[in-house]
Nanobody, 123 residues
Framework: QVQLQESGGGLVQAGGSLRLSCAAS????????MAWFRQAPGKAREFVAA???????QYVDSSKGRFIISRDNAKNTAYLEINNLKPEDTAVYYC?????????????????WGQGTQVTVSS
């Protein structure tokens, strides 16, 4: 059983940056994809970005340019760097993991989830 723990959220001013981390409790025994989703109040959880075990990345169009996803397999950790934060980025950011090498853009494609980390951007 793999457990995921996010960290790095907080309150930041618009224009600032954050780096979120997602640490897996144990080394996943297979190739996997780690992804970030976010959920704003009153909205559905939405895909932000994903990175495969071998480093291939995929982003939702709205996150291209400001969001950078990466991972360190030796540390069982994925990262999401968010630059030029905007108030509309305010949400709970969740880390997710699925086995294999293909990215799912929907939440039901991931079997493992973290508890989430709150990101609040003030204008």
């Amino acid at each position: 059983q793999v457990q995921l723990q996010e960290s790095g959220g907080g309150l930041v001013q618009a224009g600032g940056s954050l780096r979120l981390s997602c640490a897996a409790s144990a080394r996943p025994p297979s190739t996997n994809v780690m992804a970030w989703f976010r959920q704003a109040p009153g909205k559905a959880r939405e895909f932000v970005a994903a990175v495969s075990y071998f480093g291939s990345t995929q982003y939702v169009d709205s996150s291209k340019g400001r969001f950078i996803i990466s991972r360190d397999n030796a540390k069982n950790t994925a990262y999401l760097e968010i630059n030029n934060l905007k108030p509309e980025d305010t949400a709970v950011y969740y880390c997710a993991l699925r086995w294999g090498s293909s990215v799912s853009l929907t939440a039901d494609g991931y079997g493992y989830w973290g508890q989430g980390t709150q990101v609040t951007v003030s204008s």
